[in-house]
C-alpha cells in the first residue's frame, strides 16, 4: 500500500483529496461528523441546538461502536445529583485536583473545564433522558452488577492519590440491570435526540478521506454499497470514529503490549480518523498508551491478598483500581504475577472463567508454596513476613494500602492464582489519540488548529490517557463533554 493511503473499495485511496478534483458534492451540510458513536451523538446534539446543519456519517447500520459495548460509567463529580443524595462531599476543586495528580500528562485547561463542568454535564445528560439512579454501590467492583449509580471507578482511595485531592467515589453508572448495556442504553437515547433535532445520518457509509480546499478540510469522500461520493462540510469536518485496537500494524508500531492482549471494542477501530488527521496535519500522541486489565476482584475481599512477582516481591498497591494493577503487572520480569491469598480470604475471582486466572495449588506452608512456584529462597517468606508484621498494625509502609484491604495472611493453607501476563488474559483497548484544543479543534505540531478539522472520543486525547491513572468512566465522559464542546465550537465557527 502507498504511503498517506488505505484500502477502500477496489482501489487504493488517498487520505486526502483535492476539492479540485470532486466531481460533484452529493450533500453538505456546516458540520460533517465521521461516526455516530458517543462523541459523535453529543457533538451532533449540540451543533444542531447552536444552529448549525448535520451530517452524521457511520460506518455501521447503525450505532454499533464501542460505546454499545460500554458498561455505561461516567466519570462525573464536584457535587453531582447523585452525589448529593447518597451523601458525598466532592467540588470541583478536588475533583480536578485528582485528575491532574492521576494524570501521565496533565492538560490542566482541560481538566478544569471538565471538573468545572461536570455537574452541568451530569444535568445535560439526564436532561436529554439518560437514567441515573440516585443510589451507591458501596463494593468495590469493576462494573456494579444492577443499576445502583454510584461506584468508586479510579484511584482516588489509592495512595498517593488519596493525600493530594479529598477522594470521592465519581463513576456514575447509567441505570440498567447488568454488567453490560448501560453505553448502549445511554447511546440510544443520544442518538435519538440527534436524529429528533433533525441530524442528517448517513448509515451504512465509510468515510475514506478527507477532501481540502487550500489547507481547509472543507469535506469527506464516503463510500457506500461500492459507490463513491462526497459530502461537503461548510464549516468542519469532526472525526468521532473510535480508536486503532484493530488496526494490527498501528498496535504494533505504537502499543505493542496490546498484542498479547484481547483488545475490546469496536471492530472499526481501525484507526482510520487519527491517520486523517494526521494526514492534514494533526499530532497523535499518548500512542503508547493502552488501557490494560485482568481484574482479580471482585469479590473484594482478594483485595486483602498481595500481588507478587517471579521476584516473590511486591510492585502495587493491590487495592488500585484494575488497570492500575493491569499495567504494573504487565511490566513485571517476564510478566509473572501471582495473587497470594490465605484460607481466611479464599475466593475465585470472579472473571477467573474468562481470564483464565487459574489456581495454581494451595500449601500448607508459605515455604511450600515459594518453592512450589519457583520463586528464589527466602524471597516469598521475607515478603510476607514483612508485610504481616505491618497488615497486623494496620500499616503498609512499602505501598500504603487502605487499611480497610489491610490483613496478616497468616492462616493456612495458602493458594496462588496464576495472573501472569501472557497466561491470564489481559484486556484492552487504546488510549492515544489526535492532540486536540479544549473545544475539539485538531492542533498540528505548532499547536495551531488545523483549519476545518475537530475530533474527539477515542480517536482525540483528552481526560483518559493512560492505564495507570484511568478511572472507569473517564472515555464516556469525555467523549459526551469534549464531543458537546466541539459541536458548539465548530457550529459557531
Ligand atoms: C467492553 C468495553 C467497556 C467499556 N466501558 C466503558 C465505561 O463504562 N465507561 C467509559 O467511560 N468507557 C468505557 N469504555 C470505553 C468507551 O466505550 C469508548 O472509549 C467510547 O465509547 C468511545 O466513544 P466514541 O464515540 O469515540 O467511539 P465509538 O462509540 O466507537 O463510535 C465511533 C463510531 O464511528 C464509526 N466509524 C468507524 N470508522 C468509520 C468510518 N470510516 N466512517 C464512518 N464511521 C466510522 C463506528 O462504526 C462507530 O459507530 C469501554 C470500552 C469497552 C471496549
Redesign the pocket.
Known sequence: MVEGAQAGGEAEVPLLIDAADVPEWAAGADLVI?????????AAIEARAAGASVIL????S??????????????LGGGTAVQKACGFEDSAKEMARYLEAVALDPDLEKIRLYADGSVAHFDWLEAQGVPFDRSFYPQKNV?QPGRDCLIW?GNEQVWPYRDQARPAPR?H?VAFDGE?G??ALA?RILSGRAEAASATVMAD????ALVREGGRVVGVR?RRFGETSYVRADKAVLL????F?QNAEMVAEHVPVLASAYV???????G??IRLGTAAGGVPIHMGEP?LTSPFYPPEQLLKGILVNGEGRRFVAEDSYHSRSGIFSSRQPGGTVYLIVDSAIFAYPHFASLTNQSLIDGFETIAEMEAGLGLPAGSLQATMAAYNAHAAQGEDPEFHKYPKWLKPLDEGPFAAFDLSFGRAVY?G?TLGGLSVSADGQVLDGTGRPVPGLYA?????SNI?QDSNGYA????????SFF?RRAGRHAAMA
Request: contains cysteine; negative net charge; hydrophobic residues 35%.
Open positions: 465521521m461516526g455516530f458513536g458517543m462523541a459523535g451523538a453529543c456519517v457511520e460506518r455501521t447503525g450505532c454499533t461502536g464501542s460505546t454499545s459495548a460500554a458498561a455505561g460509567h461516567f466519570y462494573v471507578t463513576g453508572k453490560e448501560g453505553g447511546l457509509s465509510k468515510v475514506e464516503v468521532a470514529a473510535g480508536g485496537g475490546q471494542g469496536s471492530p472499526y477501530d481501525d482510520l480518523a488501557f484486556t483497548f474527539a472520543g477515542a480517536c482525540a483518559a472507569s468512566g473517564t472515555c464516556l465522559g469525555e467523549a464531543g
